[in-house]
């Protein structure tokens, strides 16, 4: 199945679930009674298309991409719903194109405001729906704490309840608290001289990061990359040196390989942070650790690099129990 039909499989629930609390009470309001006495049931495409209709006219914003879809389309609904505070806040001017679609998330290409202080910004919209297609979730949340879309720790009984049960509210306080944690993670990472993109901002279901190639010529993942022999073994060197740094900072990414790895003119950069894990606290890390490890390393071997990812990975989780990491 491609991404364009599994988009518009997910389309009434994820744009739904996109919408802001006073919204879904809208949608959820009981219509006033006909004339029979009985309440009609309200058409929720029409009421969503009038939401974000209302949202357009608000703040004007009417990006390149979005004018060559149609009114009716409902990745055009979507864009302006994820992006149009980013450009009422003067972060984003316009969207150009997207980048990459995804069963989790779709990235557009955006040109920044000049104050941000990048020319283009990489705009990642995850779909509510994301969760289905993160495999065994639990693997990566034990020890973490769930936050809600403000950072802030969830530890009431009731939001507790909630996830437990995996009732609307609950797949709410999830989604929200996966993408809250990978853009603290990417702050952090980028903080400690990580090679990441650098992040911008944050809001909802979107996070904006540095847009990293050309407008018309993203940087490719490495496994849609064909590098050179020379280059093989500084980048192999450059990934490992990333690894170890995240570690150091009590970090593990949990899904690395050459399809979250971008490259662009002899540079790396490491992408997708939703399920990295604290070491401190989850008993899957050396597992996931040395996971990250043997893909990097069964990536490079097709350029002649020999190495034993599993020993790699070994060594390195014992200098980090030892504290000797910087």
Known sequence: MSWQQDWFEDTDESWEGALSARERMRLNRRPPE????RRSAPNRREIIASLAEENDQAIDFNPTYTRNLDPKHHERRWVLDALSGFYHDRVIDDVLHIVKGGKEA???CCTATEHVGVPLIAAKIYRP???RHLKNDALYKEGRFTRDHTGKELRGTRETRALQKKTRFGQDLDFSSWIVHEFRVHQELFAAGVDVPRPIAH????ILMRYLGQPHNP????SDTTITAAEARPLFDRILENVELMLARNAIHGD????NILYWEGEIA?????QVVDPRVNPNAFPLLERDIVRVCEYFDRYGIEADGGEIAAQLYQRYRDGLLK
């Open 270 to 274: 490491l992408i997708d942070f939703p």
């Open 129 to 131: 729906r994301m969760l």
């Open 106 to 108: 779709n990235v557009y």
């Open 219 to 222: 940087a490719r993942t490495l």
């Open 256 to 259: 690395l390989s050459a399809y």
């Open 34 to 37: 006909n004339g029979r006495g």
């Open 203 to 206: 809001r909802g279901n979107t």
